[in-house]
């Protein structure tokens, strides 16, 4: 780690890095299982406990610091971000195996957060209201949400931190960042970031270390607020003890991807952004393609396309330019994926297709294209991984309900060149993100991101113009002059 001069793994709480502590642990490379990336301190309750009490010592100051110096420092930020994009996506694919190209684009993306959330404190975001008293202003002030609690995956372990991080910090919040298990380096490598730009000691607070220490930190009563992306089971568990003692909370969970697939649809185009949706970043992304609908005759062309789409897939280290597909994050979650797979097929799915996978890590997962029936449990449950489902359906009416028939409802696509099915797609799909011949995966941190149903909360939106709301309070204000009017 030295080699690329980012510090060996540490806490960062009150402004210091902290790399002792009762228990280490090494982060692994899961394309190069024999090569590990670095060591780093593994903290428990009462580290949540002191990086809680830095973020509440820090956060008036950093109030008080007002909005312009704050846009600075992000802006400082993100000119780092740019600077240092090639050492944090280095790390980043290390110890989560995605490609450097995706790691990289991360990290440029995390600069653009940092740019336009800047720019966002810088618009009117408050209002004035007509008095029925002389001489009365009422107003609104937006205040910070105070110490946030910041509980991040793994999957896109560069940008998720940063589109939370960014605007919290811009609405003058102190932060306790627990981020995940399987990505702690390229976390200190961001907090770094934000250290270097200027972020003031205890405003930004890292901590490495298990859920059961992120538990401790949620249910801390000085975390006035808590933002999570990751898996439904614990972020409602994460909902229940937050919102018990009246905390905010903000999720983001799981998605069960639909792409519908129309017979007016170019196959030319449609097949390439199924498959990326499904296969890319090993089928670890929230919006990927899980389920493919296919309408009347197109099945038989739409399967025989995707299949050599597929099979043409080349798999293997991130950091070789020449693979198109990382491995498995960790071989535990490689496990759960291989059991999802495997019910899958002894419930009756038929396999299509797959591609070659080297031998050299035990994480390196084979993309599969499943044909099969709503009966089978990987219809309905999030496996993630590169395993997508294609069914058959005869007409318009069963695609769109089937579509919805899931708990999830995170994004959805559709493959069409008729204008009335894109009107009726749009009003129909129950999805925070629909997007017409376009891939269920991928958007742009200037527009708002969030699910329906079971993959989000019911906080205002993530990302874009939207994201500032949920870090700030809304306080109605009447002032008077405090004198009789003299008039
Ligand atoms: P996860 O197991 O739920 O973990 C997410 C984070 O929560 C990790 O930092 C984890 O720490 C922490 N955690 C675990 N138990 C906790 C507890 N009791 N209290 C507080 N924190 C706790 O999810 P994952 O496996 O990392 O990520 C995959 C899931 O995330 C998938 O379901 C995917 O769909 C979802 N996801 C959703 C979005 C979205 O925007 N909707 C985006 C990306 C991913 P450890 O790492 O130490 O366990
Ligand atoms: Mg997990």
């Known amino acids: 780690m030295a080699k690329i001069g980012i510090p060996v793994g540490a806490h960062l709480i009150g402004g210091e890095w902290i790399s ?55 802006e400082t930020a993100a000119a780092l971000f740019d600077e240092r994009a090639d050492e944090l996506a280095i790390i980043a694919t290390l110890e989560e195996g995605k490609m450097l190209a995706e790691t990289r684009g991360e990290a440029l993306l995390s600069a653009e957060t940092c740019r336009y959330q800047a720019a966002i404190i810088k618009m009117p975001t408050e209002a004035v209201y007509p008095s029925a008293k002389p001489g009365e202003t009422i107003r609104t002030l937006r205040a910070p949400l ?25 609405a003058g919040n102190s932060v306790v960042w627990k981020t995940a298990s399987n990505t702690p380096l390229v976390s200190v490598a961001i907090a770094k970031v934000f250290h270097d730009a200027g972020v003031p000691p205890g405003v930004l ?30 972020g409602f568990g994460i909902r229940d003890a937050v919102t018990a003692r009246n905390g905010r909370v903000q999720l983001e969970l799981g998605g069960h991807n639909p792409a519908l697939v129309f017979d007016d649809a170019d196959l030319d185009l449609a097949v ?24 009347g005759s197109i099945y038989d062309e739409l399967v025989e396309r995707m299949a050599s789409s597929v099979t043409d897939l080349k798999i293997g280290d991130g950091l070789d330019p020449n693979v198109s597909i990382g491995p498995i994050v960790a071989p535990r979650a490689r496990a759960e994926v291989a059991e999802g797979l495997a019910k899958a097929i002894s419930q009756g799915a038929e396999v299509v297709a797959t591609a070659d996978v080297p031998e050299t890590s035990e994480c390196f997962f084979a993309p ?29 009416d069963e695609a769109f309900a089937l579509a919805n028939d899931t708990d999830f409802g995170l994004s959805a696509s559709v493959f069409t060149t008729d204008m009335w099915k894109v009107d009726r797609a749009i009003n129909t799909l129950e999805a925070g993100i629909i997007k017409v011949n376009a891939p269920t995966t991928g958007t742009e941190l200037h527009v708002p991101f ?9 906080a205002p939106r993530e990302q874009g113009d939207t994201a500032h709301d949920f870090f700030t309070r809304t306080r109605s204000v009447y002032i008077n002059p405090g004198t009789p009017n003299p008039y």
Not at 52 to 70: E, I, L, P
Not at 146 to 170: E, M, Q, S, Y
Not at 219 to 233: K, N
Request: with cysteine; charged share 20%.
């Open 20 to 74: 002792t502590g009762d228990k280490t642990t090494t982060s692994i490379n899961p394309a190069r299982p024999g090569e590990p990336v670095g060591d780093h301190p593994v903290g428990d309750a009462s580290t949540a406990s002191d990086a809680v009490s830095a973020a509440v010592d820090a956060q008036r100051g950093w109030r008080d610091v007002g909005y312009k110096r704050r846009a600075e420092i992000l």
């Open 146 to 170: 105070g110490v946030v609690g910041v509980v991040t995956p793994w999957n896109f372990p560069i940008l998720i931190p940063v589109w939370k991080l960014a605007p919290a910090l811009a």
């Open 205 to 234: 607070n890292l901590i490495l270390g298990p859920g059961s220490m992120g538990g401790a930190m949620i249910e801390d009563a000085r975390v006035d607020g808590v933002t999570f992306t990751g898996s439904v089971p614990v």
């Open 272 to 295: 390439p952004l199924i498959i990326g949706g499904a296969m890319g970043s090993t089928g670890q992304k929230c919006t990927a393609t899980r389920r493919v609908i296919a309408v």
């Open 368 to 396: 599969t294209l499943l044909a099969g029936t709503t009966e089978l449990d990987i219809w309905s449950e999030e496996v993630f991984g590169p395993i997508s489902t294609v069914v058959h359906v005869e007409n318009e």
């Open 450 to 458: 969030g699910g329906e149903k079971s993959s989000s909360g019911h």
